[in-house]
């Protein structure tokens, strides 16, 4: 790959901290997206698809972590007229709103169409980096298969920390890591919901099998 492809195929992905960030971003590129991170899984289950779309389609992406940089994330919503959710995708041409999508709705049926026939593709396939990784999940699962945490303990541990994700991931990452419990608000009604830990089959192993594709 030549260093012109290569270049082309980074992915611009820039954090979003201030409202001056925010307009510097949207005058640097003409066509662009910004993408509001909340504060629970939602959002890296939006990210990832979005990620998808992002490997064969060359669009810069801003991203604000809206409890971080609420500012910057006001200012989005004054500027567009447009009210915060999160997550919240935002596509922008020369400035201006061309489409937006929110919450559970950030699907691949309804970011198809818009990258389609607004965005262009890549001539090859781009790797989307972020700064998020799933050590902490490691660690828990480690914990557990050596034996420091029970079942039970495991258990809701995970799914706290699952529910509480808000990282920037792949849909790789969010599909493995929902393999073992589901989605976290299916129990909306309390943990006790999930039944008990090896419902799903023989924890340990599913456990193990996760922690070897997980690396």
């Known amino acids: 790959m030549t260093q012109a492809t290569q270049a082309e195929n980074q992915q611009v992905l820039v954090p979003l901290t201030t409202p001056e960030e925010v307009d510097q971003f949207l005058t640097e590129y003409p066509l662009a997206a910004v993408f509001k991170a909340g504060t629970c899984h939602k959002t890296m289950q939006g ?67 818009v990258f389609d026939s607004q965005v262009p593709q890549r001539t090859g396939s781009a790797a989307i980096a972020t700064d998020d990784n799933v050590e902490p999940y490691r660690r828990l699962m480690r914990d557990f298969v050596d034996g420091r945490l029970n079942e039970w303990a ?4 995970y799914v706290t920390m699952f529910r509480d994700d808000a990282s920037l991931r792949s849909q790789r990452e969010f599909e493995l890591l929902s393999r073992l419990f589901g ?33």
Request: hydrophobic share 40%; no cysteine.
């Open 47 to 113: 990210f990832g698809v979005l990620e998808t779309f992002l490997q064969r389609h060359e669009l810069p992406v801003g991203f604000i972590r809206v409890v971080d940089w609420r500012p910057a994330s006001n200012h989005v919503a004054q500027r567009t007229g447009i009210v915060h959710h999160s997550p919240q995708f935002i596509l922008f041409r020369d400035g201006e709103v061309q489409f937006e999508v929110n919450n559970w709705d950030i699907t691949p049926e309804a970011l198809r169409p």
């Open 154 to 157: 495991f258990q809701d541990q």
């Open 183 to 215: 989605d976290p608000d299916a129990y909306h009604g309390g943990l006790h919901q999930l039944g008990a830990p090896q419902d799903r089959g023989d924890l340990r192993a599913r456990v193990q099998a996760l922690l070897q594709e997980l690396g």
